[in-house]
């Protein structure tokens, strides 16, 4: 049950950016590229968002590739203001939030075995690029396994 609730607020979110001009471009300089079972991503289009409420910052990064299956999103919480930090979804510090997804054509898989996210520069909007690493396996609807690795993000934030 939380798996699926987890996926319809991720398949949610990734709506909406599909919804933004262009379906979410990055800008000029911006990047993210990860190996998915050894092969090479670099997405047309990446995305970071900053949202902050009751004393949590939230960041989502959005990787959206040419086909419905294998665009990735990494969401992000930690108590303000947002420092560089290590998110380990097997080992969460107190007050962090982690979930990696993975487009599968008709909706997301969510990180079910392990992720890692090293956040080592903390993006303002008008300023520096959200900086850091990314790595994954996510359980796979029926069944299998993908593995993100190598994943470097480099993008400026948005509101």
Do not use: H, Y
């Not at 960041?59 to 294998?70: E, H, K």
């Not at 359980?139 to 593995?147: C, I, N």
């Amino acid at each position: 049950m939380r798996r699926f609730l987890a996926g319809a607020v991720v398949f949610a979110i990734g709506s909406s950016l599909n919804c933004s001009s262009g379906g979410g471009g990055s800008p000029s300089g911006a990047q993210m590229s990860w190996l998915e079972d050894g092969i090479s991503v670099t997405p047309f289009g990446a995305d970071a968002t900053l949202t902050s409420s009751n004393g949590v910052d939230s960041f989502r990064i959005d990787g959206l590739t040419q086909v419905a299956a294998g665009s990735v999103t990494i969401i992000l919480g930690a108590a303000s203001p947002f420092a560089p930090q290590t998110f380990d979804c097997n080992q969460l510090a107190s007050g962090q939030t982690v979930t990696i997804s993975r487009a599968n054509g008709t909706g997301f898989d969510i990180t079910d075995q392990s992720c890692k996210v090293v956040v080592t520069q903390v993006g303002k909007v008008g300023g520096p690029s959200l900086m850091g690493t990314f790595e994954a396996v996510i359980s796979l609807t029926p069944s299998g396994t993908k593995t993100l690795s190598n994943g470097v993000f480099n993008i400026a934030v948005q509101m």
